[in-house]
């Protein structure tokens, strides 16, 4: 939010800059002359707001003086035009005022560009830059010679006139040329954003200078003409420039990334000369002697340019030699010296093998074993009133890293972060890489949570800054688990412990969190241990059972579905709710062969009373994302279809909507993996958060699952409704079947018929039971006896006698 209030000023000056071209078009020109000033005053106050950051070069400082004297001598002269010409009525045009006013943006941006050569081109080839510059200047000198200077009457109405023509003309010269030159000479790096925007827009205005002279000179300015909207252009890409670079996409030198531009590279350049015949055609039309002017001057630049590069390659390559041979004449006589005094080397060597035992050979840092015995070591002797207190830092997605981009980027990924968390670190503070993606980091004084908590906070916002690793960028977050000692332990082991329990329940919140530690924390742990034994000990036959819940079309309250769902009932604990053991059995790859045996049950099932009750019902099985990658699952599903004689048409694949997070790209995969066996696939708890609307169209999928918490709302919170509403209607408009989820009252009923639902499951019409308490309730003595009446109809109706209580009385009836 901060961030976007930060971009209003430029979004301001982008409205005025358009209803200005507007009044320009329509010639407004009271509206364009209120219009200008304001406009330009605004770019002013974002240029100038860059001379206050801290953290910049002197020189680059001085660039944005410049560059806000130059807006605001513009500023200055469009004011005062206004002034002349609606209050003292006189023609702006013959202020020498104004035109001075005029003329210093010129003077200040030319000086701004004198800066930033200074800077820039300092360690550049001079040799190159030379060349570079002497080919552009006789070509742009050679152009204004026959844009502005092939008629006496071209030169008599230049040299005769004003001071601040002839001077702002000569710089507009001066600007391009120096602008050309500069992008025609980067030869090696990536010149930033932020410089592409700024010098464009220091062009374009030389470009409309020189465009406003020519029509000066012509004697048909018009004001709030084109010549206008360029300038204002112009000065609204150098701001939109100068707020790139204020929000840190240039570096602290106000130029470059990690590497600098220079001239001195394998990328041509000489191409960009064709420029200048193609323009001087666009102004004289085809005169054989210019074209052979310029063709000679791009030969020369070429031919040359291909010596002084080779030579300046050359040089680099007799640089890291002479460098070489210096380093190995130092080893040489490191290593006479170390003859010399052999127990001395060796006493070095020994105190080195201690350090390198201790340190981490990626990032420099302590490794752990160094961590573990300072801990241990200070934990004993611990003053009184003082504390220890223990950060363990775990990256986000490390592994997704890793595994993308290599484990070279990997490490200089842990090395840069390793840097920043060293920079943040006091003397207090102890700082250790335990291995793989895990740092901690060791406060000794009189601290609690809440300074730990604000030096996590400060960690997370340091390291979650963008970090470059050669051609990529990314943006981490951290998980930080704080303990306390002698608060959360009472020894060195446990304190490491808890923090360590701390960090993944900061992980299970979600990327990103800080959690201090807190006994549940390990009751919690217990408890999922448990259950991960008691899963990986489970009798599925016995343990296990699957429940079934109806699905029903509306308004008309028919039976057109089924979906199975996994239950089970420890001996040992009870009733284990799906949402405990599921994540552990995802995580510990159990979900295979828990999947597979539900999917077994589930086709058995549907197949026994499709047929025993001449039904066509359909089975929802729900698949998770885990299953999706385990390349036995789908011959399995095939093997029970065929086992079982079950159709596709009987079989509905419901899939989390969280599989949206993956992208398009993994649903694709998703669609090819079914499409052989003719299954339709839903995707299930549709609007809890993951995808938006936008998605439906990507979504290869037959039937959307409304989420629960959505339709909980519906009824007394119209943002849930409206969003209802929206999902419905954009799958009828794609032709896809909505299903509301745990449906509980009647007005939710109502509410969902009138969106225009198509079916509904939850506890107002049935809940979840077993298969023989789901046959009674609704394939029971009286849905015999009315299938004899019409055998063809595939659907069954449930009369208000079945109620939200999940029962079934002996009034219920079922109708084929």
Not at 413 to 424: A, C, E, G, V
């Amino acid at each position: 939010m901060d961030k976007d209030r930060k971009l209003e000023p430029i979004i301001i000056a982008c409205m005025i800059f358009l209803l200005y071209t507007i009044a320009a078009i329509y010639k407004v020109d009271l509206l364009g002359n209120i219009l200008a000033p304001i406009m330009d005053l605004v770019i002013f106050v974002l240029i100038f707001m860059n001379v206050f950051e801290k953290k910049q070069a002197r020189m680059v400082r001085a660039e944005w003086i410049c560059f806000s004297a130059g807006i605001l001598s513009w500023t200055f002269a469009d004011a005062a035009w206004c002034f002349y010409l609606y209050y003292l009525g006189i023609d702006p045009q013959m202020s020498r005022l104004i035109n001075y006013s005029y003329m210093l943006t010129n003077v200040f941006f030319t000086i701004a560009l004198v800066f930033f050569a200074k800077v820039q081109l300092k360690k550049w080839n001079g040799i190159q830059l030379i060349l570079d510059s002497v080919a552009i200047a006789s070509a742009t000198l050679f152009l204004v010679w026959i844009a502005f200077f092939q008629s006496v009457e071209s030169i008599v109405g230049i040299l005769g006139g004003e001071i601040t023509a002839l001077i702002s003309f000569a710089l507009n010269i001066t600007g391009m040329a120096g602008v050309f030159i500069w992008s025609f000479s980067v030869r090696k790096g990536k010149v930033p954003k932020h410089v592409v925007m700024i010098s464009t827009g220091v062009f374009l205005y030389y470009v409309a200078d020189m465009y406003y002279y020519n029509t000066y000179f012509a004697g048909t300015y018009i004001p709030n003409s084109i010549v206008d909207v360029l300038y204002a252009a112009s000065f609204l890409i150098i701001a939109i420039g100068s707020v790139l670079w204020r929000y840190g996409l240039g570096q602290e030198n106000g130029y470059t990334g990690e590497k600098a531009v220079s001239n001195i590279g394998f990328r041509r350049k000489g191409f960009l000369l064709f420029i200048f015949p193609i323009l001087m055609l666009l102004v004289e039309g085809f005169v054989v002697r210019d074209l052979l002017i310029f063709l000679s001057i791009m030969l020369f630049h070429e031919s040359v340019t291909t010596y002084v590069q080779g030579y300046a390659q050359n040089e680099i390559l007799l640089k890291k030699e002479k460098e070489m041979n210096r380093m190995l004449e130092e080893k040489i006589q490191q290593r006479t010296k170390e003859i010399i005094a052999k127990n001395q080397e060796l006493e070095g060597k020994n105190r080195e093998l201690d350090f390198l035992s201790n340190q981490d050979t990626v990032t420099n840092l302590y490794n752990r074993r160094y961590f573990m015995n300072a801990l241990e070591s200070e934990c004993t002797s611990l003053k009184q009133g003082e504390t220890i207190g223990l950060m363990f830092i775990d990256v986000d997605r490390f592994k997704t890293i890793n595994d993308t981009y290599g484990h070279y980027i990997g490490d200089e990924l842990l090395i840069s972060l390793s840097k920043r968390l060293q920079s943040l670190c006091t003397d207090n503070v102890l700082l250790a890489r335990m291995g793989g993606d895990e740092f901690v980091l060791r406060y000794r004084g009189s601290y609690g949570y809440q300074e730990l908590e604000e030096f996590a906070r400060a960690i997370s916002s340091e390291c979650g800054k963008a970090i470059e690793v050669e051609q990529y960028a990314f943006q981490v977050s951290m998980s930080i688990g704080i303990s306390l000692y002698p608060v959360d332990a009472k020894d060195f082991q446990t304190l490491l412990k808890n923090a360590d329990i701390a960090m993944y329940q900061a992980k299970a919140c979600g990327h990103g969190n800080c959690v201090s530690y807190d006994i549940n924390f390990t009751n919690k742990l217990r408890h999922k241990n448990d259950i991960e034994i008691l899963l990986k000990q489970a009798d599925f036959e016995k343990d296990f059972e699957v429940f079934y819940q109806p699905q029903f079309s509306i308004p008309h309250k028919k039976l057109v579905g089924i979906e199975a769902l996994l239950r089970w009932n420890n001996l040992e604990m009870g009733y284990i709710s799906p949402a405990e053991f599921i994540p552990i059995a995802e995580e510990i790859s159990y979900i295979n062969p828990i999947g597979e045996w539900v999917m077994g049950k589930a086709i058995r099932q549907i197949s026994i009373w499709n047929e025993m009750y001449d039904f066509d019902l359909k089975v929802g099985i729900n698949v998770s994302p885990v299953q999706l990658e385990n390349k036995t699952m789908i011959p399995a599903l095939a093997d029970l279809m065929r086992k079982y004689a079950v159709r596709p048409e009987n079989i509905d694949i419901e899939i989390t909507e969280s599989i949206a997070i993956e992208g398009e790209h993994k649903i694709k995969q998703i669609d090819t993996l079914f499409e052989g066996l003719g299954v339709s696939i839903s995707v299930d708890d549709f609007g809890t958060g993951y995808s938006s609307l936008s998605y439906l169209k990507h979504f290869p999928f037959e039937r959307i699952k409304i989420a629960k918490p959505l339709v909980d709302a519906i009824a007394y919170a119209n943002y849930d409704m409206q969003i209802v509403k929206s999902i419905i209607q954009l799958a009828k408009s794609i032709g896809m079947k909505t299903i509301a989820e745990g449906v509980e009252t009647q007005e939710q009923f109502d509410i969902l018929a009138e969106l225009g639902c198509d079916e509904i499951q939850g506890f107002l019409l049935g809940k979840p039971v077993p298969a023989d308490e789901f046959e009674v309730c609704y394939f029971g003595q009286a849905c015999n006896k009315e299938r004899k009446k019409d055998s063809k109809r595939n659907v069954i109706h449930i009369l208000p006698a079945y109620h939200e209580g999940g029962g079934a009385d002996s009034n219920a009836l079922a109708e084929m």
